[in-house]
């Protein structure tokens, strides 16, 4: 798939070795200069075949990576070579030695996890991001990149159909998202952390972080990097719905309170990674209103919609965000279900000061004299950049709002064809329901007992990942082993669907007594 290959020719090799037979080396490669114009183009040709030729038949390739850990890694020369190598070299170990150990997102029968796409438009922009090679620390260090970032941001506020008086900042994940939103509550809590730590301080009580039972591990994380620790998060049990119970996170507040120690913040997640059932964030935000008013504070209320917040730009299904304008801040992940290559998440919040307040730190040599400008270094740990706003402008100008959501909408048509098959197989039942394009399902056997259900399931999961011809994953729901199927890939056709469902079938079939 490496396109044309320059024809090998020893005698071009400035480190003149003789006799050995490969592509030739480019003009400029020896000297102390960067790959010349002419060079550049013809790779950049290569490169953009391969990538067209991979995208186009990457459904024919086994989706799930068979190598044993270290077969990459042997495959490859332990040291780095000591002169220049053609490029076309590299295209060529690309093919040879990586491809076979690379798991593939962007094929159509990827339903494990999230299945995302990296699409056309993110992936030629992204490589204009990098030809930029932008750092966009202050304004000053490439306005367009701050300026199209907040454009960016706030095209996707509007098409997920929040309110004004919201700003954005892109981060790298949902994770990093969650732990800056989580620092703004520490920030507001008015502890003077941020000058005196949390060690060693007998005037700070116990920090208390509420999030549901399904919750992402990311809340857990945030905690354990801002010194809260996984004690400082309390997981409030979830309904039969699998959504945080209202009445248990009122109860588990007023029990730290009477305890002794200080909620700042709850954090609701709309789409649960195990299931994408949606917190009832509207009764959630009341809880807060209520205690915050009995406490004379304000615990922040953020919202993780890192895959299922997407949903919004269906109106149909907008009712993903009902009550989400009454939250401090919320995180959705255009490299989940918005057709955009990782990383890109997408951090909204409306108390910028508050943000802004756990994080400036501006020394001498970064300070600058430009007035009413966005410094987004202010926003978060890291300080450098980079342009991630302009692959997600692309893909939101190519496809265009009702672009994007037909597509959203043909996602979740699938998940519902995929229950339709659950319900209609005499072996299947639905685990969970399946509100958006993940379906959690299991196979049954009447009158077994649970282990044998889980040995089964595992074996059948197994099966179908061993295939090559589909890559699922699996939850645990109440102690029960399920398998997890999700749709969002724009590859993932009807009949490829089809397809997908009848290799499940047949694997399971070898599996039934
Ligand atoms: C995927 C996911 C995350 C983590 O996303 P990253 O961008 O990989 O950090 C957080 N929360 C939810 C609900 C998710 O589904």
């Known amino acids: 798939m490496t396109g044309d290959v320059p024809a090998p020719s020893a005698a071009d090799r400035p480190d003149g070795v003789a006799g050995v037979a490969g592509p030739s080396l480019d003009p400029g490669q020896s000297g102390t200069g960067d790959m010349d114009a002419a060079s550049f183009r013809r790779h950049g040709h290569a490169v953009v075949d391969w990538i067209a030729d991979y995208l186009e038949g990457v459904g024919d390739l086994p989706v799930l990576a068979r190598v044993a850990p270290d077969e990459v890694r042997h495959a490859l020369p332990a040291t780095p070579p000591a002169g220049p190598e053609p490029f076309a070299a590299t295209l060529e170990d690309l093919d040879r030695v990586l491809l076979p150990g690379i798991t593939h997102w962007n094929h159509p029968a990827f339903h494990a996890y999230f299945a995302i796409t990296g699409s056309g438009p993110g992936i030629l922009a992204e490589a204009v991001s990098a030809a930029l090679n932008v750092n966009g620390m202050l304004w000053r260090t490439s306005p367009a990149a701050t300026e199209l970032e907040e454009l960016t941001v706030d095209w996707l506020r509007q098409l997920l159909g929040l309110a004004d008086g919201w700003r954005g900042v892109l981060t790298d994940t949902a994770s990093v998202s969650t732990l800056l939103a989580l620092a703004a509550a520490r920030e507001r809590a008015e502890l003077d952390v941020r000058q005196r730590g949390l060690a060693g301080r007998p005037d700070i009580p116990p920090l208390r972080v509420y999030t549901s039972a399904d919750a992402h591990s990311s809340v857990e994380k945030a905690a354990i990097t801002l010194g809260l620790g996984r004690d400082g998060v309390r997981l409030v049990p979830v309904d039969d719905q699998r959504r945080m119970d209202v009445d248990a996170l009122r109860e588990a507040m007023a029990e730290d309170i009477r305890l002794g120690s200080r909620p700042i913040a709850i954090v609701a997640t709309v789409g649960t990674t195990s299931t994408t059932s949606i917190d009832p964030v ?232």
């Open 282 to 513: 509207a009764a959630i935000a009341d809880v807060r209103d209520e205690v915050s008013g009995d406490l004379g504070w304000s615990i922040w209320l953020h919202v993780d919609g890192a895959y299922g917040g997407t949903a919004a730009i269906c109106e149909e299904l907008r009712f993903v965000l009902d009550g989400v304008d009454r939250a401090d801040s919320l995180v959705t992940n255009p490299h989940k279900w918005l057709f955009t290559p990782i990383d890109c998440s997408a951090l909204f919040v409306r108390d910028v000061a508050t943000l802004t307040r756990a994080f400036s730190l501006v020394p001498e040599y970064l300070t600058t004299d430009d007035e009413g400008v966005t410094d987004y270094m202010d926003w978060g740990v890291q300080l450098g950049r980079r342009f991630r706003a302009l692959k997600l402008w692309a893909v939101i100008r190519y496809f265009g709002h009702e672009g994007l959501a037909a597509r959203i909408r043909h996602h979740v048509a699938q998940a519902q064809q995929v229950v339709a098959w659950v319900e209609a197989h005499p072996h299947l039942e639905l685990a969970a329901p399946a509100p958006l394009s993940t379906v959690c399902f299991r196979s049954v056997v009447p009158g077994e007992d649970e282990s044998a259900a889980t040995d089964r399931n595992r074996s059948w999961l197994a099966a179908i990942n061993a295939t090559g011809e589909a890559y699922l994953s699996h939850t645990v729901l109440d102690d029960r082993y399920v398998l997890r199927l999700a749709t969002g890939n724009l590859r993932t056709t009807d009949d490829r669907l089809e397809t997908t469902l009848g290799v499940l079938d047949r694997e399971l079939s070898a599996l039934l007594p």
